[in-house]
């Protein structure tokens, strides 16, 4: 997150928005932001939203997710948000979305569908 | 893919590797590599591998994917091979893969499913 | 549709609800509704909410989708809804819902985000 | 699965085979087969398949999947595989595939990624 320039914007129960700005090294070679940097922004919302609604001590870890690139990622100032659809004691599905500013209205870039997977003592992913 | 220290092992008709080694800047609060990383990686693999079967001066951009974390991301030398799965004029469906070594042994840490889309003049997203 | 017993409900633009109930034919092993079916009718939604902001002669077809299962499909009568999230000339982008009644509340049951693709003249998928 | 005719092919530890023919009733408007009919069998097919991996007496559940369509669904005959990619003890991710022969040649109409949930004692899904 620290090498995407991404802060913790809000936190609340089941949803997380978090705040990342564009940097030249993070483009493609379209000019816009790799698809790669605004899932792995949406990721981590998704995976904190989840973790919020979980007892403490427990870690979250990704079992997958799916994100449809809904317009280029040009913009100066990217909103990743996660919010929690259905938690579980072991799974919390979630939705994320990256939306930016242009000509003064919101446009959403990213769709987020993702399940995450509560980890009590040793972490092991797809366990 | 600079910033991730990725490089293009071998481009071949439908098929593309490309490797890329561990960066603590990269890692998550487990001290694996973030899902996010891994995944820019097979998505930039299964773009290549899309736009390998392409006819010259068209671009590629992502639609979507689906990713599966298979194992914790610990390794020093990672692999991400896309591999198309079906092509078309407009879309390319891919398939995609990231591995390391452990231990002498392959395994697979991550799983993709993606879907290209071939741009012809003007780029955008979802058109 | 017919085999699925289920009924449009309501089409406005961009969105499509689809009403059907239970049939003991659909049940799987656990004696809920398979999660196919309920697949079937949410993806029936979001082609026909993609379908809706589309002009007149053009047809629709499913790129691709992911769904994921909320909770057991337990109930008489379930609801999908298909909602356009991103409309483009070429792909249109869909979240997609089935709901039950339970106990006297509404219970998500299935969550799907899907590609549909617009079709004009020859029908091919991944084309 | 009576309803969609299909029928259990060939099990293996980790490989499943379903078999199932084209029905007029399970057409959709294109007068291909349905893309929740291919889906609801490849399904089957990847849950058998991490079903075959497991201990006896464990059951098992769709926590969620993504298809992709590779080509519109005529023929006679269908072909689902599923195939396990990652066992664990919790989550089992699996790849699926639906093919038919056409003019002598197989054709992969569907191709899936999905992660199954091993359900000892009460079943629940997103648990």
Do not use: W
Not at 66 to 74: C, E, F, R, Y
Not at 87 to 105: H, I, K, M, P
Request: aromatic residues 4%; charged residues 20%.
């Amino acid at each position: 997150m620290t090498t995407l320039g991404a802060a913790l914007e809000r936190v609340s129960p089941g949803e997380v928005v978090i705040a990342f700005t564009h940097r030249d090294e993070l483009t493609q070679q379209h000019g816009f932001l790799h698809a790669g940097v605004m899932t792995s922004v949406a990721d981590s919302a998704c995976g904190y939203a989840a973790l919020s609604l979980m007892e403490p001590g427990v870690g979250v870890l990704s079992v997958e997710f799916k994100v449809n690139m809904l317009a280029p990622a040009v913009g100066e100032r990217f909103i990743a948000t996660g919010r929690v659809v259905r938690s579980g004691r072991t799974l919390t599905v979630c939705a994320g979305e990256v939306t930016t500013e242009r000509d003064g209205r919101t446009v959403a870039v990213l769709l987020m569908q993702a399940t995450m997977m509560a980890v009590r003592g040793k972490a092991e992913v797809a366990d």
